[in-house]
């Protein structure tokens, strides 16, 4: 029966992918291991009940010196942890604030939901979800016209940059309210707003716009979208803890903040590297993935954005190595390198510092990757 539900299961993938189990969930982990006796016809190739081995890649004083508020670094390859550290401030039940590197989690949600019928396509408007706020301050055909895929390309008409102090749709000007639904529905316009030839805006990034996406989410399944994600994205992937923020009036905030512990953020790195899959079961729709991980936006010269990943390259001694990315203030990185099979955890609470996103893309070239991909 078993076989017959993970179909063409790769039984070396799947014995690599108990691993993320072995501590986190012993009935995962045992759920996993009958499998992969179901597949394989014995318990030869189960994994050992180990740690990844020990290596002096990352010290305490490196962190101090040049990876200030680093907490943890963890990085996995062909499926299998190779390598898990703790700093101060971090631990394996920590649950680590990644700030907007959540926000992928959130597209992963969308995802899932188009596949269910939640929601019909990405090219639809999203405000029909959202009428529980009308009339909207602002409204107008343009802003009606906003549909799912502007708020996940970050190419919407709301006037909305949280890299410009000053702008009436920057997040800060969100958190002092009480309902941040009233707010984000009535953010202004551009007034210069233009559609290029592939449909999309021009790039502006807007944690409001992902908060109105699990709003409408909420709307559109009927079920309050902290359980919606719990019950159709976490619970499969094993996670059990997690805190979402909320605004005062108790809106679950999906564009950032959700807390979770590194194995587990490791996990979900795991299930887009594996293209939507985890141990079998495609937990997200493989053809989802790869649209989300294609560039939309070129944001500069070393970074592209799709929808709600990041994407850019890792320079080694060894070549320089594509990668797909979760990015959030702190220094706070997810991130899957395909041509390596593996995905790499960074977190930290270094928020608002100048430099902390180069810090970690120093932490993960010159030193991870070196160690683990070039054998320095």
Known sequence: MLRGMLGQANPQKLMNKCMFDIKSSPAAFFT?????????????????????????????????????????????????????????????????????????????????????????????????????????????????????ADFLTMSSALNCNDWDMENPGNEENMYPKDDWSRWAVDI??????????????????????????????????????????????????????????????GEVQTGGGLRLRSRDLLKIGQLVLDGGKWHGAQVVPEAWVELILQPVHRVDEQQSYGYLFWMRDYTTSCGAFSAWYMSGNGGNVVAGIPELDMVVVVTRTHYGERGMHQQTAELIEKHLLEALACGG
């Open 188 to 249: 202004p316009l551009l007034d210069d707003y233009q559609r290029d030839l592939r449909g999309r805006g021009k790039f502006s990034y807007c944690t409001a716009g992902v908060f109105l996406l699990g709003q409408a989410l909420q709307t559109a399944s009927e079920l309050p979208v902290d359980k919606w994600i719990g019950e159709k994205l976490f619970t499969p992937l094993g996670i059990k803890h997690w805190q979402w923020p909320r605004s005062p009036d």
């Open 32 to 148: 996993s291991f009958l499998t992969l006796v179901a597949i394989t016809g014995s318990a030869v190739a189960a994994p050992p009940l180990t740690d990844p081995p020990e290596r002096e890649i990352i010290t305490q004083a490196m962190i101090k010196k040049q990876f200030p508020d680093t907490t943890s670094v963890l990085a996995a390859r062909d499926g299998r942890p190779v390598y898990e550290r703790y700093f101060k401030g971090g631990g394996a039940e920590e649950l680590n604030d990644t700030r907007s590197a959540m926000k992928s989690v959130t597209a992963l949600a969308i995802g899932i939901a188009l596949d269910e019928g939640v929601f019909p396509s990405i090219d639809a408007p999203v405000f029909q979800w959202l009428a529980a706020d009308a009339p909207y301050k602002n409204d107008g055909a343009l802003k009606q016209a906003i549909t799912l």
